[in-house]
């Protein structure tokens, strides 16, 4: 491995896809247990690497020099091998979360800040903090004098950072922390980059805070970590050009609207000319629940069904960069919105009632078309980003590449 990313748990990194744009080098994943450390830095056959949970703080221990910035904060993200072998360990991701907070106008001079998280991440954002000048800096932690059971004396907060992986891939949909208890918050930063929008962001979102996900933080850690391999400058426009590349590629396409609006014929078509994997939710409930969708409603009913239907919806929107086509009821439960939007755009495939299918479809038949659509447009307008009508599988194809500005693979 010439360059790559040190971490416990890597299945999932967007690091190789986004250092492909800063280099042209090899970049791989070296997931390695804590007891693997001894003989993957003795191997001597890296050039430079990332680091990643849990091992900012422990490489330490192999490096024979630190920066100024990565022996002020104690963490290690980014390692440079010398001429002579020696190990030099760097701190990028104190600039890429700087870059982060600046570009999303948070503003913490003269706030109280609270860093959730006492690991490697945690000093890295307690020294931004603090640089940027915040009034008070408190670490919450599990086991410390300031803990979650006790954040009642912290209701004045300002200012919070995550630097815990709760929310992260694959425990999406968790939040460290109940926003609405800090009716003084100003702006939120979730370091995690995967999924896009955390629980934590979502509710930030709506409480209208302002609000920063991990992946600019990612990406512009990941360019100046490029910088120190390649020793070639890179700018901020092409940061920005990166970002905007990594987010339109690892985004899920996720399509909704009445039954027989054409979600999966023009899903599939998008997943071709895409190439993308493609995610049918109705054909996902059927295996889940072992018979055909009819059959769930003839012997279970439909309670059962939106169940089923939401365990697959939440295990759909943990994925990244697919398309995914719902049923027609997946705005029937609102918890649905936020696993889908979390990793995704959502589309509302618009039809005139008159030219939708209702042969086999439970619901359609038991309440009446005009109905339906009358109780679920709103909702469907509401949820989506974007509304297109369905003027055939490839025109509507076209529209939705056109309008998210995505290249097609073939």
Request: hydrophobic share 35%; net charge positive; proline share 4%.
């Amino acid at each position: 491995m010439e360059y790559g990313l040190l971490g416990k748990t890597l299945g999932h990194s967007y690091s190789p896809m986004i250092h492909s744009y800063f280099g042209d080098y090899e970049y791989g994943l070296a997931e390695k247990e804590p007891e693997e450390l001894d003989a993957f830095f003795a191997e001597d056959d890296f050039k430079g690497l990332n680091v990643t949970i849990p091992y900012k703080k422990q490489v330490i221990a192999y490096m024979s020099e630190l920066s100024a910035t990565a022996k002020k904060i104690g963490s290690v993200n980014t390692i440079v091998r010398r001429k002579d072998g020696s190990l030099f360990g760097d701190n990028t991701d104190y600039g890429g979360l700087i870059y982060t907070i600046r570009r999303s106008d948070i503003y913490i001079k003269n706030k109280k800040a609270l860093v959730l998280g006492s690991g490697g991440a945690s000093l890295t954002a307690q020294a931004v903090l603090r640089d940027l000048g915040a009034k008070s800096v408190t670490v919450i932690s599990r086991s410390g004098p300031d803990n979650y059971d006790n954040l009642e004396r912290h209701a004045d907060a300002e200012i919070i950072i995550n630097t815990t992986p709760v929310g992260m891939f694959p425990d999406n949909m968790n939040s460290p922390v109940d926003l609405e208890k800090f009716p003084s918050l100003s702006g939120v930063v979730d370091i995690i980059a995967n999924p896009a929008k955390t629980a934590l962001l979502m509710q930030a979102e709506k409480l209208g805070i302002k609000r920063a996900g991990g992946l600019p933080m990612l990406v512009a850690q990941a360019a100046y970590a490029a910088e120190k391999f390649t020793g070639r400058r890179i700018y901020d426009n092409e940061i920005e050009r990166v970002l905007k590349n990594i987010s339109k590629s690892t985004k899920n396409i996720v399509l909704i609207g009445m039954p027989g609006c054409g979600k999966t014929t023009v899903g599939r078509r998008l997943a071709k000319i895409l190439g993308r994997e493609f995610i049918d939710l109705d054909a996902a409930i059927a295996e889940k629940a072992g018979k055909p969708i009819p059959e769930i409603f003839a012997n279970e009913g439909e309670e059962e069904f939106r169940r089923i239907e939401t365990e697959c919806a939440a295990e759909a929107g943990k994925k990244s960069g697919v398309v995914i086509s719902t049923g027609g009821g997946i705005v029937s439960r609102e918890r649905n919105y936020d696993l889908l939007r979390q990793n995704g755009t959502i589309i509302f495939i618009n039809r005139p009632t008159s030219q939708l299918a209702t042969r086999g479809r439970p619901v359609t038949a038991e309440k009446g078309l005009e109905k339906l659509y009358e109780e679920r447009s709103p909702i469907y307008k509401r949820w989506a980003s974007v509304t297109v009508e369905n003027m055939g599988v490839s025109s509507t194809a076209g529209l939705i590449i056109s309008f998210l500005h995505l290249k097609k693979n073939r």
